[in-house]
């Protein structure tokens, strides 16, 4: 797949990405493969600044472009002042990553409410505030892809984890209807659902008993899920859209 075109524009300036949560993890390595390809990147966090200046740093050292945009993706207001300053400096957004995402796992008999909510604010309350006026920037171009990292857990429903796992299906269900309604304007919209990624995400959960679970025998590497987002996003996927692609090792 290097090498290939990852979004034929016939504009000079290079052509924005938007990755949300591209401090860390598997957003970071989204970023770094997406700006392998040519494209602007929005690193998008939350609160770490140091981990997103780290981000951006590594881009930059490949040769890469991009530039910090720190916004909480929960906060609707927030997500629109600063998608209209990003706007204003860039024309032509090329790609959206929805890839911020939080855990609050516990039996669902015990589970807060805060608990409940913070983690469908963040995956599902998230892709609307983004998606939305990013989408509506799209249109008028009839150009674009959209990719939301699912998980696993939202296909199979992993005890201990119904927020995350009702947040993740939530999310399959948002790319499939997107995608059927902007697939005549030339717009894409997929979902990625990996199994256990090596990332902070999962630094707490024992290592062997997730290995158990999966037929590959080990975790998956950020860079593994990179690889087939950029795919997605790219000219080579230009049949593809309202499907989710599973990275998980065989698990289902
Ligand atoms: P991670 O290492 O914990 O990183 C999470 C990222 O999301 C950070 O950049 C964080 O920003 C950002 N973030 C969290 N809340 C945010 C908010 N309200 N607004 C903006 N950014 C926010 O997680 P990861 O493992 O890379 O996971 C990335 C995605 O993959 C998530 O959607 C996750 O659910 C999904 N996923 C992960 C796994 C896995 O095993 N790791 C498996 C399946 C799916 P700060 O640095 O500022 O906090």
């Known amino acids: 797949m290097t090498g290939q075109p ?48 780290q981000t951006l740093a590594q881009i930059e050292e490949r ?6 945009c720190p916004f909480d993706v929960t906060d609707e207001a927030a997500v629109n002042s600063a998608l209209d300053g990003l706007f204003a400096r860039h024309e032509r957004i090329a790609v959206l990553v929805n890839n911020a995402g939080v855990v609050a796992d516990g039996l669902f008999a015990m589970m807060p409410s805060q608990d409940w909510r913070r983690v469908i604010d963040t995956s599902l309350g998230g892709f609307f ?27 199979i429903g992993n005890r201990g984890q119904a927020n995350y796992a009702a947040a993740k299906a939530g999310l399959i269900g948002a790319t499939r209807a997107l995608a059927a309604e902007v697939a005549r304007i030339g717009i894409r919209v997929n979902a990625v659902a990996p199994g256990p990624i090596e990332t902070d995400m999962i ?11 999966i037929p590959m025998g080990r975790c998956g590497l950020p860079e593994e899920v990179a690889r087939v987002v950029r795919f997605l996003c790219s000219d080579d996927a230009s049949y593809l859209t309202g499907q989710v692609i599973s990275v998980n090792g065989g698990m289902v």
Do not use: C, W
């Not at 040769?63 to 910090?68: I, P």
């Open 63 to 68: 040769g890469g472009r991009g530039e910090l």
């Open 6 to 53: 990852l979004f034929s524009d016939s504009g000079t300036a290079p052509a924005l990405a938007l990755v949300t949560g591209a401090s860390r993890g598997i957003g970071r390595a989204i970023a770094l493969e997406l700006a392998g390809q040519g494209l602007h990147i929005a690193v998008n966090y939350k609160s770490n600044q140091e981990a997103a200046k």
């Open 129 to 155: 505030n983004v998606t939305k006026p990013v989408i509506r920037k799209m249109i008028p171009r009839k150009k674009g892809s959209v990719v939301t990292i699912s998980s696993v857990s939202g296909l």
């Open 203 to 213: 630094k707490d959960v024992p290592v062997d008993m997730l290995k158990k679970m």
